[in-house]
C-alpha cells in the first residue's frame, strides 16, 4: 500500500518522477520505457479516490454494503489503535478499533453503542445520528 503513494515514489527520485509529491499520476513509465520512473497525468486520474476507498474500506476495514457496514481490517500487526470517523447514509459513526495482541485481521470483536454484536456487520442506523462502534481484534 506504501510503495503507490505519490509521496513515497516522488521521494525515491524525485528528478525523474518528475510531478507533485501529492499527486496521483494516470502512469508511471516502466522500465522497457526509455523515460523509466517518470509519471504522467496527474490530477486527470481517479487514482486518488480509488486509494481512499482502499485504505477506508480494505485496511482500515469499514465497508459499507447494502445489508450494513461489515467490519474487516486488515493492518499491520504493529498498529495498537486507530478510529475512523466516517457519514455513511446520514448517520455519524465513531470507529475506535484496538489491537492488543498485534493481530492483523479481519476476526473481531464489535461493540455497538455499549452493546455486544455477535456479527461483523453493524446495521445502518437513522440519518441523523451518531454511532459509537468499538472493535476490537481478535
Given at each position: 500500500?506504501?510503495?503507490?503513494?505519490?509521496?513515497?515514489?516522488?521521494?525515491?527520485?524525485?528528478?525523474?518522477?518528475?510531478?507533485?509529491?501529492?499527486?496521483?499520476?494516470?502512469?508511471?513509465?516502466?522500465?522497457?520505457?526509455?523515460?523509466?520512473?517518470?509519471?504522467?497525468?496527474?490530477?486527470?486520474?481517479?487514482?486518488?479516490?480509488?486509494?481512499?476507498?482502499?485504505?477506508?474500506?480494505?485496511?482500515?476495514?469499514?465497508?459499507?454494503q447494502?445489508?450494513?457496514?461489515?467490519?474487516?481490517?486488515?493492518?499491520?500487526?504493529?498498529?495498537?489503535?486507530?478510529?475512523?470517523?466516517?457519514?455513511?447514509?446520514?448517520?455519524?459513526?465513531n470507529?475506535?478499533?484496538?489491537?492488543p495482541?498485534?493481530?492483523?485481521?479481519?476476526?473481531?470483536?464489535?461493540?455497538?453503542?455499549?452493546?455486544?454484536?455477535?456479527s461483523?456487520?453493524?446495521?445502518?442506523?437513522?440519518?441523523?445520528?451518531?454511532?459509537?462502534?468499538d472493535?476490537?481484534?481478535?
Open positions: 500500500f506504501n510503495q503507490i503513494q505519490p509521496n513515497v515514489r516522488s521521494s525515491i527520485e524525485a528528478d525523474v518522477y518528475g510531478r507533485e509529491p501529492y499527486a496521483f499520476a494516470s502512469w508511471v513509465y516502466a522500465p522497457e520505457n526509455g523515460n523509466y520512473g517518470k509519471a504522467s497525468l496527474t490530477h486527470l486520474t481517479g487514482g486518488a479516490s480509488w486509494t481512499y476507498r482502499a485504505a477506508t474500506e480494505f485496511l482500515l476495514g469499514v465497508q459499507p447494502v445489508d450494513g457496514i461489515h467490519i474487516a481490517p486488515c493492518i499491520p500487526a504493529d498498529w495498537k489503535e486507530y478510529s475512523v470517523k466516517r457519514q455513511i447514509a446520514g448517520a455519524t459513526y470507529f475506535r478499533f484496538t489491537n495482541d498485534a493481530k492483523t485481521g479481519p476476526a473481531v470483536r464489535i461493540t455497538l453503542n455499549g452493546n455486544a454484536l455477535d461483523n456487520i453493524i446495521p445502518y442506523a437513522e440519518s441523523g445520528s451518531e454511532v459509537n462502534v472493535i476490537i481484534l481478535k
